[in-house]
Structures are given as structure tokens and as C-alpha cells.
């Protein structure tokens, strides 16, 4: 049935003819998962071996979901989706860094972004991801309650200094900060520093998110506790359904704990509806970004804020869209004046790697998320022909 997402031409109006062509091919190729599986081992070795093709993922793939080398590379795009009422979260790409001469060198950099967003009314938030800033192995030790040693004590001692040091620049700034989820094993660490940053820098206005996985089936815990608990905090959420499902259920079966996601795509769902019906029923007190794909969702989201008689434009709601998918969400309701933003993945072309290959193993393991992208593709392929004919 058409909807407020049917609408191809105002989709695609950035997009020049060339440039659906390249997205139809691609979404060829992601549909197909024997093509993802060959391109994910090519795109692999090309890292290992340091193999010239860079010059091909980059006309390709890495131009249609990146945003460039750096951030002058991504300014005309920002500038262009801000013509149509779309903002850009610039999202630094930091894959590989695992040492703590990456991590200090991952917190300047986020440091910097956030000077560099703090005057550009296009760019409202900006986001980090924890295990950028510090080691796995510490996180997870802090989540099963394990006791560090001396070393390990240094190191947690620097990953909170740079929490708090990214939050309160960001604060500063007044430059919202979202904080990216991960896998469970480092998830609770996470959520603990999250909620000293939310009590400590949300005093007036929400400035620093969480990322809540509604994968999980103990989310809906995790979220009333908070509110009943901390009743005079106010709290950032941006709902996700979760990145990681393919490893949390490997990792379970692997070390034969029960699994934290929902047993299937439905239950994830009604779990995702139940959070957005309980963020509303709570706005008072959370501000919250619905980060999704998902079109029932989002006019979930549509009908509730008409329901409670919320502008359009209330900086309380947010929508987030990754850059280069559904940019029928993120235009048609940024033409009907809604928050919306696209997150940006920039950096070097080895460093996107690993980011482009999970793009495609999701999409082409989502059923029906590449089947939708090319379907609208190929729609605005024929609108634009039968215009010209
Ligand atoms: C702006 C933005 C920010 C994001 N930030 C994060 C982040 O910080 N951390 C993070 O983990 N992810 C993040 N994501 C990714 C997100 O979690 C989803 O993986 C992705 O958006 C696909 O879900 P969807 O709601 O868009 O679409 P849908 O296609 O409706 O849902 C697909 C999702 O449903 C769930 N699912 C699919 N099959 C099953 C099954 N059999 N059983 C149970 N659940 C199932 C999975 O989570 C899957 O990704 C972000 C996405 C966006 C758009």
C-alpha cells in the first residue's frame, strides 16, 4: 500500500541518473548473497595483501554509503541534504584501533569533530563508539563485575577519563553525543558509563544517548528500571533493534549461555513497539532518536506524535537513517518537517573495509531490506524515463 515512503522522486533527488544506476547495481550484487560472500572475501584479502583495488571499491561501494576521506570530502553532501531539511551526523570510521595510542588517537578525533559541529546548525549530533576509545577485554571484565589488576585499573581509569572527557565537550558545545551499543559481553560497562554521563551532563537539556538494542529481550527491563530508579534524570535514548545478531547467538551457543536476543523477528519487533509506546508515555523525562529502517516503525512513531499532539519538529523525536539506505524515510519526512539525520561513515578507504562489508552481509541477510532499496531504485529509474519519453 503506498505510503509517505512510496514517494521516489523526492527519495532520490540528490541522486543524479549515474548515481541510481551504481545503486541498482549494487543492490544487485547485495541482493545476491553468494556475490556478498565472494565480494566480502576480495574486499578481505585486498586489506591483507594490500591489494590495488581501492580505486574500484571506492567509485563503487564506498561512494555510494561514505561520505569521503575526510570532512571537507563530506561537505557538499552535507550541504546538499541540508537543502532538503536532512542533518548529517559525521561518523569517523575507527574499526581497527586496539591499542591505547588508537584509542587517545580516536578520542582526538572525536574531540575535533565536535569543535567542528559545534557551528554548523546541519551537523546536531555527533557519536562515538565505546570500544574506539578503549579495550574490549576491560569493558567485558567491568560487565561480569571481574576484578582488574593494576594495569587493567589504569586502562578503565583512561576510558572514563575520555567518556567524560568527549561528553563534556560535547556539552560545552552544546553538541548532542550519541553513544553507540555493542555486543553484549561489553554492553553493561557501557551502559554504566553511559548513565553517570546522562546524570552528570544532562542537567538542563539531553546531551549525551544511550543506544538501547531492542534485540534484546531484557531491554524493556533495562529501560523502566532507569526511569522508576532515577526519576529525576533526564535521559537520551536512541532505539535501535541491533547490529550484532549473528555473533550474539554464535557467542552464546560458543561459551553456552542463553542467548540475550529475541527468538525471532517478530518478538524483536513487538519489542521495538513496546519501547516506542514507553518513550512516549515518558517524554517528560527522555528525549529519544528511533534509529531504524524499518517504515512501520517509523509511522508508529508518526501516529503517536499526532496521538499526543507533538509538533512535527519537536527536538524530543529524531529519526536516523545510515547513509546511502532508505533515503525514502529520510527525505519524505524531512519534507514534511520532521528531525531527521543521516550518519555519515567517513575516513580512508582500508579503514571502511570492514564497515562496507557488515553493510552488505546485513542487507543481503535482512529479508527484504535490499529487496525494497532496489525495488525503489528501479521505480525511480522508470518515473525518470517515462518523464523524459
Ligand atoms: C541511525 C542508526 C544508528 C544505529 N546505531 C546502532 C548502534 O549503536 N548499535 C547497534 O547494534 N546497531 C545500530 N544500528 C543498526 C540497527 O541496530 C539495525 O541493525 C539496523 O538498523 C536494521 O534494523 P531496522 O530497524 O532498520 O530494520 P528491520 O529490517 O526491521 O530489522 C532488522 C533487525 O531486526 C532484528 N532481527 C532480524 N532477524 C531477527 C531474528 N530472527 N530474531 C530476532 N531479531 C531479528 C535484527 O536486529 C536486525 O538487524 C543503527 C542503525 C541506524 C539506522
Redesign the pocket.
Known sequence: MPNLFSNTKDAFLLKSDSELFRAKFLFNIINNRFLVKFGAYVANLTLKLKLPLKPIIKATVYNHFCGGEDEKQCELTIQNMFKHNVYSVLDFSTEDFNNESDFDLCYEKKISLIEYSKSKKEIPFTVFKPTCIGRASIFEKISLNNKLNENEKESWSRIKNRFHGICKKAKDNNVKILI???EFFVQKAIDKLALEMMIKYNKKQVIVYN?V?M?RHDRMRYLKKLILDYPEVLFGF?L??????EKERNRALKYNYKSP?????L???KNFDTAIDFVFKNLNQINFIC????EL?TLKILDLMSYYNIDVNDDRVWF???FGMSDNISFNLAKSSYNVFK?IPFGPVKNLIPYLIRRAQ?NSS?KG?SGRELNLIQKEIKRRKLKKS
Open positions: 553507540d551499543a555493542e543506544t538494542q534485540y536512541k535501535v533493534r541491533g547490529a550484532y545478531m536476543i529475541c527468538k525471532d523477528k518478538t524483536t519487533d534509529g531504524s529502517h524499518n516503525s536516523g537513517q545510515l550518519i546485513e535482512v531490506q
